[in-house]
């Protein structure tokens, strides 16, 4: 199955002059996303993971699939203020000011294997961001893994170390 | 298996006064997880749905889910201005002022047997609304199911002719 034709280009999304992969158009075809899911998983049923961290707000759709698929937990890493409980919170660089990406301070057990899951890997820095926050708590980050890749930006770059998987790639 | 255990009251969150129900710990616990899901989607797995609408930001955790094992697609209604392509809104009233929800206007097509998820019904407004917009779209609200219920908030008065499913009540 060809996924890339699921997926939308938007012009001038969030802001002028970018052409935004819209996957909602991929999520919203039952094979398609199915398809997805299931080529998403494959790489990682033999690995007994822990827990899926996933990251908002797409990567809670994709994250909570594979989370109940592996048999595993799943935790929301969340922006500022969004979780009710106490957190720790990790600081990453946007084209302009910074952000903060949030865990719960017990989502994660000390040795735990992690599996982070976003839709789209553009600079890698909120990605990172999450597998830093996992690595504070003490868990194991064995993996990286989007739906979308856009190569152009490489975000790869900034994830050095981390075994980092994309299904569509441009 | 219990799963009211697994939920955390997490006093003065958003705002003083507050008893916030905390879903986190049972999602991020993979048996009462996966329990969850299976019994949320016990009612649905005959009634050949065709999109399962996730309400942002927790609902897309469980929709995700549950389209995933439906077999259907993942629509997710989502608060103004995040979704990038042409949406149809719908406003709805909270304590202060209104919110609004937006679904993509090819979301749904009409005659599509359409599922509502959320992870609380407290008051209703917010799944009103986006029953309101699949009705919109010529979709056919099969249900609306939220993982937990605050019954003493009288949600469900303001879903009249849905059928309405929780897993935990308040």
Redesign the interface.
Known sequence: MDLEKYI?D?PD??KKGIL?K?I?TL????DA??HA?NRMLKKHLEAKI??VV?I???G??????M???L??????A?KLG????RCIREEYTLEYGTNALEL?ED?IRPGEKVLVVDDLLATGGTALAAAKLVEKLGGKVTGIDFLVELAFLNGRAKLPGYPVHSLITY
Chains 1, 2 share one sequence.
């Open positions: 939308r938007v999304f969030p935004f819209d909602t999520l919203q075809d039952g996303f199915r899911m822990d827990k996933g908002e707000a797409r809670f759709v994709l994250g909570g699939v989370a109940y698929k048999g595993c937990g799943f935790v929301p969340r969004k979780l009710p409980y719960h989502a």
